[in-house]
């Protein structure tokens, strides 16, 4: 077999064997086909497409290309979710702790921020003494022991997909469906969960800015991972603003904590409601609305707490944090941004907003800049409220004051005002299952 001809076979619309799949990503993993001859298939897919069946091999040969995760001793109890990313989205810390107290075994392994959007290892690395590397003996013992462990990925997961992600990167090909749904779905695969949410996010703050473009993105997410022998589930999420108040590694664990004490009931909570429900109703096999009343309970009951508690202490952070978040880093400057208008605010860039929280230090612009956990911000405001002249519409978290004015401009960049009340726009906008 010659990759000449898988890439003219491809290039001329045709579909592509098991096989020819199979011997691409097999050769290229191992460097026996050349970064070209890979860009040049990557091209052609970009604008021909794949089948649903060529993507679910894909898939599953950019899984095996690596180590994989064998869950099987938890039968179908594993469940895992994925974001496509956002401003504030502290999801996971909520739901892992809330899903795990309902007795699911949540496993999962989450990647670090890069540009505007945040990284889950990041913010679980704002915990004093929290390890995000743990060996795959005690993985697996954790799991057992209380439900839930969360690590950064291994240095062997999906090296296909790591390699191809790199080129696609930079021969513009990175927005393709089946390569975007193959990189995404192949690395949950590898991680062994046999239930898994995606939480597809939509708007300025996300990767896929329109909900059409979203929703095909989650169909085929959907199809693939059944397709795969995993029972999937996407819900569209609205990222047109950022998800909760505060955008920040230690500022986003602290409202995390708030959200599971019952301190805060607002669209955070709700998301965070939505998608463990649907977690629960997977590995329980109860209809979402039954999962819905349990996971409700969980938090106002304190149980999903008290499984945070135990998840983080298990991996050495600090949980003195929890019943008091001043164990938790904090920024030495906040400084207030004051609006210059009466109005409403009616609509804020989340993708904005998360470039000025990175200009402070909460994010890095490049894979090498080191983090602020302390930097971010603490919005004030969000689109509906009604803002005076000399309000505080946010407060900007750092410990370094040359930050503050780039950070400030950008921020103010991302807000607009209007005379009138906007329309509030719905949080989720569909679910797929």
Not at 177 to 196: D, E, Q
Not at 285 to 314: C, H, Q, T
């Amino acid at each position: 077999m010659r990759m000449y001809d898988v890439i003219e076979k491809k290039r001329d619309g045709k579909e592509l064997t098991k096989e020819e799949i199979s011997f691409f990503i097999e050769g290229y993993t191992k460097g026996e086909i050349p970064d070209y001859q890979a860009s040049a298939l990557c091209m052609a897919i970009y604008f021909r497409g794949m089948t649903e069946a060529e993507t679910v091999t894909l898939t599953e040969c950019m899984a095996k290309s690596g180590d994989t995760l064998d869950l099987s001793m938890f039968g179908e109890l594993t469940a895992d979710k994925h974001s496509t990313g956002g401003v504030g989205d502290k999801t996971t810390l909520i739901v892992a702790p809330v899903v795990a107290s309902l007795g699911g075994v949540v496993t999962k392994m989450s990647g670090r921020g890069l540009g505007h959007t945040g990284g889950t290892v990041d913010k679980l690395e704002a915990i004093p003494g929290y390890r995000t590397s743990l060996s795959e003996e005690e993985f697996i013992s954790q799991s057992k022991r209380i439900g839930i462990a969360v690590i950064g990925q291994t240095g062997n997961l999906t090296p296909a997909d790591k390699k191809l992600y790199a080129l696609r990167d930079v021969t513009a090909t990175v927005n393709s469906i089946p390569l975007i749904t193959s990189s995404i779905m192949s690395k949950k695969l590898a991680a062994g969960s046999k239930n898994i949410v995606l939480d597809v996010k939509y708007g300025s703050g996300a990767f896929m800015k329109t909900t059409e473009d979203a929703e095909i993105l989650a169909d085929n997410m959907v199809k693939i991972g059944r397709g795969c022998g995993r029972n999937v589930t996407a819900v569209l999420t609205d990222m047109n603003v950022p998800l909760g108040n505060n955008i920040g590694n230690a500022l986003e664990v602290k409202e995390s904590i708030q959200v599971l004490k019952g301190e805060q009931k607002d669209e955070l909570y709700d998301v965070c409601v939505e998608l463990s429900s649907e977690m629960v109703a997977l590995f329980k096999k109860i209809p979402v609305d039954d999962a819905k009343k349990l996971v409700v309970e969980a938090i106002d009951s304190g149980a999903a707490l008290n499984k945070m508690r135990e998840w983080l202490g298990a991996q050495g952070g600090d949980v003195r944090c929890i019943d008091d978040t001043s164990y938790l880093p904090s920024a030495p400057l906040m400084y207030p941004v004051l609006s210059d208008k009466d109005g409403y605010l009616t609509e804020t860039n989340a993708e904005l907003i998360g470039t000025s929280a990175m200009i402070l230090g909460a994010g890095r612009a490049s894979k090498e800049d080191k983090i602020d956990p302390a930097a971010g911000i603490v919005l004030c405001k969000k689109p509906g409220d009604k803002v005076k002249k000399g309000e505080a519409l946010c407060y900007l978290h750092t410990s370094d004051v040359s930050k503050i004015k780039d950070a400030e401009d950008v921020f103010r960049s991302a807000v607009k005002f209007g005379d009138e009340k906007p329309e509030k726009r719905p949080l989720i906008y569909k679910i797929i299952r």
